[in-house]
C-alpha cells in the first residue's frame, strides 16, 4: 500500500486498486518509510480481493 506516488514502479509492477470498505482499518495503519525506517510495519493478517 502506497501513500505516495512511487516513480520506481512504473513500467515494472502493476500497482492498483480500492478500498471498497474498511477505510477506517486503513487509516490505522501506521504510515513507515521502508528506505529510512527499518522496524517492522504493521502485520496484515487477512486481505479479500474481489474482482468485479
Known amino acids: 500500500m502506497t501513500y505516495a506516488p ?3 514502479l512504473d513500467n515494472n509492477h502493476s500497482v492498483f486498486g480500492k ?3 474498511g ?3 486503513v ?3 501506521r504510515e513507515r ?3 529510512t525506517d527499518r522496524s517492522p510495519g504493521d ?3 487477512t486481505i479479500t480481493i474481489l474482482e468485479e
Open 23 to 25: 477505510m477506517d482499518i
Open 19 to 21: 478500498v471498497s470498505e
Open 43 to 45: 502485520a496484515i493478517k
Open 33 to 35: 518509510d521502508p528506505g
Open 6 to 8: 512511487t516513480p520506481h
Open 27 to 29: 487509516k490505522a495503519i
